[in-house]
């Protein structure tokens, strides 16, 4: 059975740092692409940041970039979202997801952890 477990979340301050974990088997790891979305209270689901397999290709939702940094440790298996400079609008649930096969990077995954929550206060 697919797993992926998310850790890292918490309440922390305009400004603050927080890295988030996604603890994943082997095969998964070995997805087409891993990713980052979040989910605020009231609205969709969204796309955060995403590294592929191959090539190690990464990709940022334009409210994020230059603030999260999206890595994996393939020794590990574990895919990571170090966040900076974290902002009030970036509070949500943070879920880690799995692709399988190639296709647009920001649709289309197909196993999702429970998410974590993460909290930033004014």
């Known amino acids: 059975q697919v797993q992926l477990v998310e850790s890292g979340g918490g309440l922390v301050q305009a400004g603050d740092s927080l890295r988030l974990s996604c603890a994943a088997d082997g095969r998964t790891f070995s997805s087409y692409a891993m990713g980052w979305f979040r989910q605020a209270p009231g609205k969709e689901r969204e796309f955060v940041a995403a590294?592929?397999?191959?090539?190690?290709?990464?990709y940022y939702a334009d409210s994020v970039k230059g603030r999260f940094t999206i890595s994996r440790d393939n020794a590990k298996n574990t895919l990571y979202l170090q966040m900076n400079s974290l902002k009030p609008e970036d509070t949500a649930v943070y879920y880690c997801?799995?692709?399988?096969?190639?296709?647009?990077?920001?649709?289309?995954?197909?196993?999702w952890g429970q998410g974590t929550q993460v909290t930033v206060s004014s």
């Open positions: 997801a799995a692709r399988l096969r190639f296709g647009p990077i920001k649709y289309g995954y197909d196993y």
């Open positions: 590294i592929t397999w191959i090539g190690g290709s990464i």
